[in-house]
């Protein structure tokens, strides 16, 4: 059974750059046409999609957050991560990472492997 | 970006009792190969979303017969024949038809 795992600093400081690590275990990140992406949730409030990264390195991010986003993806470690610079308080959520189809593709079943999620607290 | 706007906000249900909740995007999301890609998500109380609903109107494994999804083009509705007290929580749609992917605002679904 495949499981995700988030992993990374619980705080950060504003200005710096946050990383986390999602971890794939019980199948390979490079198998079928899988992408894994990255989504987030501000206290109290609802989903955002921040990005998503193929195995070849071919990545998608959301509109407001590309100039700040870097997913990478470690397939000799079966890891992918993300990176966003100049954090702010806005920043603070809990952070997902899940397994999903590719966009507008035949072959889609939408996200349906997540991670437990990661809370990420910006502060000085 | 296509924008997603959910309806209602909040859906107080009596148990036993159909719910229903809409979902409308600024875009079309059918394909030309005939799909509309729009997923509906669960996520309960103090857990991570879970997949309810791809392409509209599949059923993800494991989510049982009482929830369906129906629509096409740029409104949505997911349905829920029965509602039982583990349906509690905040639904998402999330549109996969272009980058980036949008979600809806949610909606909360409470026991009266």
């Known amino acids: 059974q495949l499981q995700l795992q988030e992993s990374g600093p619980g705080l950060g400081k504003p200005s710096e750059t946050l990383s986390l690590t999602c971890t794939v275990s019980?199948?390979?990140?490079?198998?079928?046409?899988?992408?894994w992406g990255w989504i987030r949730q501000p206290p109290g409030k609802g989903l955002e999609w921040i990005g998503s990264i193929y195995s070849d390195g071919t990545t998608y991010y959301n509109t407001t957050l590309k100039s700040r986003v870097t997913l990478s993806v470690d397939t000799s470690n079966n890891q992918f991560s993300l990176k966003l610079s100049s954090v702010t308080a806005a920043d603070m959520a809990v952070y997902y990472c899940?397994?999903?189809?590719?966009?507008?593709?035949?072959?889609?079943?939408?996200?349906?492997?997540w991670g437990q999620g990661t809370t990420v607290t910006v502060s000085s | 970006d296509i924008v997603m706007t959910q309806s209602p906000l909040s859906l107080p249900v009596t148990l036993g009792e159909p719910a229903s909740i809409s979902c409308r995007s600024s875009q079309s999301l059918l394909h030309s190969n005939g799909n509309n890609y729009l997923d509906w998500y669960l996520q309960k109380p103090g857990q991570s979303p879970q997949l309810l609903i791809y392409?509209?109107?599949n059923r993800a494994s494991g989510v049982p017969d009482r929830f369906s999804g129906s629509g096409s083009g740029t409104d949505f509705t997911l349905k829920i024949s029965r509602v039982e007290a583990e349906d509690v929580g905040v639904y998402y749609c999330?549109?996969?038809?272009?980058?980036?992917?949008?979600f809806g605002g949610g909606t909360k679904v409470e026991i009266k």
């Open positions: 899940a397994r999903h189809s590719g966009i507008a593709v035949p072959d889609y079943y939408g996200m349906d492997v």
């Open positions: 019980g199948g390979s990140i490079s198998s079928g046409n899988y992408h």
């Open positions: 999330l549109q996969a038809r272009q980058a980036p992917r949008t």
């Open positions: 392409l509209a109107s």
